[in-house]
């Protein structure tokens, strides 16, 4: 008994060690924005007192909004893209039977094995083609395909109850009616967290972005960039524009942590 309560006390410490360390780098980085210029490089880890200099200073050097604003945009329109995209194919793959139908869902899977930048020129040729290059749209197009995506909603579909699906045909319904007023419904706490996901993933997004925009027209992620090779000494403001790279998306998993990992449990993924 004795020795049980010492292993779980163990793992506590052990668990509690970890925590600390993984999150004091982002701690530092936020109390490191909220102290005042003269005292960036202080080592008290406690910011007095707070001051917003170092974001004021950040937004009269970068354009702040317009960075959020983009990256926003692309990470909203591609998440919404590719949940539509995942949505109507792990339907097919999940309600119906057809010819190769295994061998389609093995090789459309499979993609997420293949490296982005194996497939970077073709994609890149191909926006040039269309015009494309240095457009938001640009970053999002090659992204509405997502494995992840239909492997996670193929999966929820599959255990999804045929009665009901038996049930709107006996009613008349079609099949494009069934999906959206019969299985969508069903879904939404798997598609919400889906959505997190995706919407994560598209914010932090930083290789493609830096191959198809130009300075003109970036997002959060190659402006700081850009700061830190013009104003990599300043490191009061180059925290301050860190921090709100981080800051949405860092709340958004912690407000819905539990129903991103709920939904990863009902679709049979680790």
């Not at 949940?83 to 999940?94: E, G, H, T």
């Not at 130009?214 to 700061?227: A, D, H, K, P, T």
């Amino acid at each position: 008994m004795m020795i049980e309560r010492l292993r779980t006390a163990g793992s506590h410490v052990l668990l509690a060690v970890t925590a600390v360390v993984c999150v004091f780098p982002i701690y530092w980085l936020f109390a490191t924005s909220l102290r005042r210029p003269e005292d960036v490089t202080s080592l008290s880890p406690i910011p007095w007192p707070i001051s917003f200099a170092n974001y004021t200073d950040a937004a009269d050097k970068v354009d702040v909004v317009g960075l959020i604003g983009n990256t926003f945009f692309i990470a909203a329109l591609s998440a919404a893209g590719q949940l539509l995209v995942a949505l109507l194919a792990s339907y097919a793959f999940a309600m119906y039977t057809f010819p190769l139908q295994k061998l389609l869902y093995l090789a459309f899977v499979g993609t997420w094995l293949v490296p982005f930048q194996v497939t970077m020129l073709p994609n890149y040729v191909l926006l040039t083609q269309l015009g494309l290059i240095n457009s938001l749209i640009g970053v999002v197009l090659p992204t509405l395909c997502s494995a992840l995506a239909v492997l996670m909603l193929r999966q929820h579909m599959a255990s999804f109850p045929k009665e009901l699906v038996a049930a709107a045909k006996i009613d008349g319904r079609s099949s494009w009616s069934i999906l959206w007023t019969v299985v969508v419904p069903n879904l939404r706490p798997a598609l919400a967290a889906l959505g997190i996901l995706l919407f994560i993933n598209a914010w932090n997004e930083y290789f493609w972005p830096a191959v198809v925009l130009r300075q003109s027209n970036s997002v959060l992620q190659l402006g700081l960039r850009s700061f830190m090779g013009t104003e990599g000494d300043q490191w009061g403001p180059m925290m301050a524009l860190a921090s709100l790279a981080c800051l949405p998306v860092l709340l958004m998993y912690l407000l819905l942590q539990r129903h991103i990992v709920n939904a990863f449990v009902r679709s049979g993924l680790k």
